[in-house]
């Protein structure tokens, strides 16, 4: 009997936070302790599961900055302070962010962490001690559950409170040593062949509308922009190629994959990926759909080619529903009942290609479950770890499935693979609009402008990055929910 190929992605992101010489937000930091290290330690108790981790440069820059070159963000800076040093504008300051996070699965379960909430909420007068256990139990909450298995990370969350100023920096030390175990960790699964390791470009645009903002109007005909109308696919192009050369620089080795931003695509931006020498592309389902003009849900579960100047692309589709279920669904439901209902709809997945295609196509088949490495788990009980194990256990148990990387399915795919695209209809999300507003805002509105080039502000490369920094923030304030245009 032939498995059914599933492959994992999880996508690693964080948009640019850093504004002068500190990072305006802390999310780099809190999602590294929470996420981006458990994810990966997770698969040690698993060792028959593979997976892809796509990791945006812009985030791994972040990462580096932490450990190399002693950046620091604000709320570091504010937990750090002294309590009777702090000015009651940060005293406010602290009040409006050390809570900013899942009410029921990170303030809720520790009652010291929920008094200080409740007399937040009161207004209540807070002692020296009451900002100092603040100031520790907000960078302890966003441990991830394996991270504080670690004896000093278990040593306080027994003590509870009363914590000291020694402890107090021990933690931020510490925060700063499970940022450091990020990449050798991965690189070591990567030479376990457990996981692959694929990049987006540097930080994080919109690539079709950096190749052409006209592309917008092929799904929406009355969207108005701005002129003069920008067209920057060299912009587009230096994203691909420094993401992949910052990717090399820090893993010793180069990305066979690309998820390009939010999984927008075009034909344009197809042939910047394939010129830049990567293998394989994904994006969503839907534009598969609108691309061969079928919504034959199986079509989706096959890897296709997309050939141009004697350089081939493999394109995967993201299984949509999947997906979304471990995104936005499961964690509201039991683990149990999650996990059945995942694996009953890989067996009706199976059971429908073998029906339609035959046993064989299971050769080539696969379902690509993609989505964000990060922002889900904080609304799952215990940051996902025990609905992630008894996923991962069920489906290593199964012989109806085996995971897989996509460079593995990429290898196995035959030359003359008949599910082929000559071109791919654009996809954008639903923070495109205002990515075209940015845009249009940071053009140079003069006479005498090359309208042919449409150049950005400045003409260095240097500048050329400042901007899409900008636009990358500007892009990732909104949600990135799909959004065909």
Same mark, same amino acid.
């Given at each position: 009997?032939?498995?059914?190929? $599933? ?8 948009? =640019? ?15 590294? $302790? ?6 990966? %330690? ?135 040593? $499970?940022? @450091?175990?990020?990449?050798?960790? %991965? ?19 919109? %690539? ?15 969207? =108005? ?40 695509? #075009? ?33 989706? =579960? ?18 949509? @529903? ?100 000559? #071109? ?14 940015? %845009? ?36 990732? #304030? ?8």
């Amino acid at each position: 009997m032939k498995p059914l190929r $599933v492959c994992f992605l999880w996508h690693q992101h964080q948009p =640019y936070y850093r504004k002068g010489d500190y990072f305006i937000l802390p999310w780099v930091r809190f999602h590294a $302790v929470k996420d981006y290290l458990d994810l990966a %330690l997770l698969l040690d108790e698993f060792p028959g599961m593979k997976q892809t981790f796509n990791i945006v440069p812009s985030l791994l820059l972040q990462l580096n900055q932490y450990i190399s070159e002693g950046v620091l963000d604000r709320v570091q800076v504010l937990s750090a302070k002294e309590p009777n040093e702090l000015t009651e504008s940060e005293k406010e300051e602290i009040l409006r962010q050390f809570f900013v996070c899942n009410f029921q699965n990170m303030v809720n379960p520790y009652p010291r962490y929920l008094e200080l909430y409740q007399k937040a909420q009161n207004n209540d007068k807070f002692s020296e001690q009451d900002w100092l256990d603040l100031q520790v139990w907000y960078n302890l909450t966003w441990l991830g559950p394996i991270t504080r298995n670690q004896t000093f990370f278990r040593r306080l969350f027994q003590k509870g409170s009363g914590f000291t100023r020694k402890e107090r920096d021990t933690l931020l030390s510490l925060h700063l040593d $499970v940022i @450091r175990e990020i990449v050798p960790t %991965l690189k070591r699964l990567v030479e376990f062949e457990q996981i692959e390791l694929s990049v987006s470009p540097f930080y994080h645009p919109i %690539l079709p509308l950096l190749c052409d903002v006209d592309i917008a109007k092929v799904g929406l005909p009355g969207l =108005y922009i701005p002129e003069p109308k920008f067209r920057f696919p060299q912009d587009a192009q230096m994203q691909i190629s420094k993401g992949k050369q910052y990717f090399s620089e820090n893993f010793g080795f180069e990305p066979n994959g690309l998820w390009p931003s939010e999984g927008s695509l #075009s034909t344009e931006v197809l042939d910047l990926i394939a010129n830049s020498g990567f293998h394989w592309t994904a994006t969503d389902s839907k534009l598969l759909f609108n691309s061969i003009g079928s919504d034959n849900i199986l079509l989706q =579960y096959f890897p296709y080619t997309y050939s141009k100047n004697g350089k081939n692309l493999i394109l995967f589709f993201r299984d949509s @529903r999947l997906s979304d279920a471990i995104g936005f669904t499961y964690h509201r439901w039991g683990i149990h009942d999650a996990v059945e209902d995942f694996l009953s709809q890989l067996k009706l997945i199976r059971s429908a290609l073998v029906e339609k295609f035959g046993e064989d196509s299971l050769e080539q088949a696969c379902v690509p479950i993609i989505l964000d490495g990060e922002n889900c788990w904080e609304f799952y009980p215990e940051n996902g770890l025990p609905f992630l194990k008894e996923l991962y256990t069920r489906l290593l148990y199964e012989n109806l499935f085996v995971t897989t990387t996509f460079e593995e399915i990429v290898k196995s795919i035959p030359p003359d693979n008949k599910f082929r695209l000559e #071109s791919i209809y654009p996809g954008l999300n639903s923070g495109s609009k205002v990515f075209i507003r940015v %845009l249009g805002l940071m053009r140079i509105s003069t006479p005498g402008l090359d309208s042919q080039q449409n150049k950005l502000l400045g003409t260095g490369l240097h500048e050329q990055e400042h901007q899409s920094k900008t636009i990358s923030r500007t892009k990732r #304030s909104i949600s990135g929910r799909w959004n065909l245009l």
